[in-house]
């Protein structure tokens, strides 16, 4: 659905990612790992055309990036979930309508979705959160919400950046478990993370593969897990 093919990245001087080859399958399960800096954000958002490379290809859903114009990068991203590592939630509305913000820019009817919205901040545990406003939530609670925006297209895809980054174990585990849910719907998920023992927690559950971005390139990740 995603597919990288010798990409490099420079955002300016030296080149941060060189040669990457990736695809992301239906189904399938990745985790990005690699020091600060060494480019995940970067390379997330090659996987979701915020960014394009300054060589190589990307072709989303069959679609090669470089032909596509900005009306169709933006019917393509709604596709693709996205939690970003720092939420990037309007600070001045409530909850369920910085959840709902997609189906709106999208241009579908929001209140026609009110039951799946519901649903949707219930499977995250969020049911009684719904009128606060972003800073009023904990980490966690961000957390969730941000994981319920990302979903509410209903995307193929779902990359998730840094989604345990502020939150203690025993959110990390249910963070994790939501994403399982997802994966075992069939959605493809990418995870950028630095923990170890969550990449450990989900390879008990599920098939996932782990990718190292080292001295710019994408390494398959292995027995030290
Ligand atoms: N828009 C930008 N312009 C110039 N340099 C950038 C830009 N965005 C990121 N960088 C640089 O690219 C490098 C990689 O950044 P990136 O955010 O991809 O790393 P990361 O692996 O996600 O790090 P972290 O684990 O801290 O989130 C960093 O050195 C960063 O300063
Ligand atoms: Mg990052």
Redesign the pocket.
């Known amino acids: 659905m995603i597919e990288l093919e010798d990409v490099s990245h420079s955002?300016?001087g030296a080149e941060?990612l060189s040669g990457i080859s990736l695809r992301l399958q239906p189904g399938s399960f990745h985790f990005l790992t690699?020091?600060?800096?060494?480019?995940?954000?970067?390379?997330?958002?090659l996987c979701y055309a915020e960014l394009r490379p300054t060589r190589g290809r990307v072709r989303l859903f069959g679609a090669e990036l470089a032909g596509m114009d900005r009306d169709a990068v933006a019917r393509t991203r709604r596709r693709i979930g996205v939690v970003h590592?720092d939420c990037q939630f309007l600070d001045h509305l409530p909850l369920a309508e910085n959840v709902s913000l997609p189906l709106l820019v999208a241009g579908r009817d929001v209140a026609a979705e009110a039951g799946n919205l519901r649903e949707l901040l219930a499977w995250v545990g969020l049911q009684a959160q719904t009128e606060a406003l972003p800073p009023q939530l904990s980490g966690g609670e961000r957390q969730r919400a941000a994981l319920a925006r990302a979903v509410i297209m209903d995307p193929d895809v779902i990359l998730a950046?840094?989604p345990t980054g502020n939150v203690d174990w025993e959110m990390s585990l249910r963070i994790l478990q939501l994403l399982i849910e997802l994966n075992r719907m069939g959605k493809a998920i990418l995870v950028?993370t630095?923990d170890l023992n969550l990449i450990r927690a989900a390879k008990a559950q599920v098939a996932a593969r782990v990718l190292r971005?080292k001295g710019q390139q994408l390494q398959q990740a292995g027995a030290e897990l």
């Open positions: 955002y300016g941060l690699g020091p600060s800096g060494a480019g995940k954000t970067t390379l997330l958002k590592q950046d840094e950028a630095h971005i």
